[in-house]
């Protein structure tokens, strides 16, 4: 049982409040996954500044990522974020990504991209969000997620969100069944892994067929036929929002719509807290339905 909570923003007047919307939603969903939290925020001004690169580091000291990058890369600016470091630089997110694995390759890349920061750590939700500042965030879009582990270890390298692709991630409430086989397969293809959860597998897949020319709805119908198990998923990418649920679609998810914006959660305590809620359009996703809106 875990927590889902994303925004999509559609009036730019909400922007500055995303970070305050974002934590007071994730706050409602905490009791579903007390042992870990994540963040991805896209276009926070502070964390993605335009023109910059952006890539979120785990077991990496923020003092020595600058001392590690500063020759390689002199302007790099570096923000910590309880287990996460937040770099970012003038530079395309190639050349950082390359910059960081070769003057850090014990450190783990958990995002990357030009609007996208991931931040993530174990402990109590409330906590990780306040060691985050998640409440000063900005930007258009969120995702949050609260983990009760069952498939791996309780690390900030298994918290959600999963960020393998550039600007991309996915949070996950459920578990794959064959995560096993399919990890087997994509390795094989040459597909690197980070931790041993099973929702790590999903985002692979999905960031593999983005790669390979598919669009989000594609890569997630492709999701439903091969993924055994139980899934609510909550997709974002640099211009979308998407949802999908398993066939049985026992994991609970409800979307809420206005004119402002886009919204799901795991429990529609955690929509209540949105502006204007009360003239949503409020439903639940069908089974194996793909549910995308675009920026």
Known sequence: MCGIVGLHLR??????????????????VVERGPDSAGVAVYGDPKLT???RATVS???ADSDVVEAALRDRIPEVVTITADA??????PVTADVLLAAVAAALPQATVIGSGTDVAVMKGTGHPDHLAASFGLARAQGWQGVGHTRMATESA?????????SVGPDQCLVHN????NHATIRRELRAQGVAFDSENDSEVGARFVAHHLAHGADLEKALRLLCERFDGFYTLLVATGDSFAVVRDAIACKP?????TSAWVAMASEYRALSVLPGVESARIFEPEPEEVYVWKR
């Open 11 to 28: 009036e730019p007047a909400l922007y500055p409040r995303l970070g305050e919307l974002l934590t007071a939603m994730l706050g409602q």
């Open 49 to 51: 500044p335009p023109g």
């Open 174 to 177: 459920g578990s794959f069944a």
């Open 253 to 257: 998810a409800l979307v809420a719509e």
């Open 57 to 59: 580091l785990l077991e």
């Open 154 to 162: 309780v690390t900030p390298a298994g918290a959600h969100p999963f």
């Open 84 to 89: 996460t470091t937040v770099v970012h630089a």
